[in-house]
Nanobody, 118 residues
Framework: QVQLVESGGGLAQTGGSLRLSCAAS????????MGWFRQAPGKEREFVAS????????NYADSVKGRFTISRDNTKNTMYLQMNSLKPEDTAVYYC???????????WGQGTQVTVSS
């Protein structure tokens, strides 16, 4: 069973920064493709960023390109999302997810709240 636990959310001001972490269980973490998603109140969950297991490919939503950076440390079974130049529209619950032997993300964390004040 894979478990994902996010941390690092909180309150930031416009233009500020936060770093989210996602700690994963499982001995084969390094084989997971992983991603970050977010869901704002009243909106559907949306893709934010993804990273392959080998760390050679990353993808970002247009809305966060140039501001957010996804990374992972396979020795620590942890994925990160560095969020800079935060905007009020970044306010959402952020979820980490893993894609294991599946074309879709099939494991999800519980989410961490990010609130950006104007």
């Amino acid at each position: 069973q894979v478990q994902l636990v996010e941390s690092g959310g909180g309150l930031a001001q416009t233009g500020g920064s936060l770093r989210l972490s996602c700690a994963a269980s499982g001995r084969t973490f390094r084989t997971y493709s992983m991603g970050w998603f977010r869901q704002a109140p009243g909106k559907e969950r949306e893709f934010v960023a993804s990273i392959t297991w080998s760390v050679d490919t990353t993808n970002y939503a247009d809305s966060v390109k140039g501001r957010f950076t996804i990374s992972r440390d396979n020795t620590k079974n942890t994925m990160y999302l560095q969020m800079n130049s935060l905007k009020p529209e970044d306010t959402a619950v952020y979820y980490c997810a893993a894609r294991i032997l599946s074309p879709d993300y099939n494991y999800w964390g519980q989410g961490t709240q990010v609130t950006v004040s104007s």
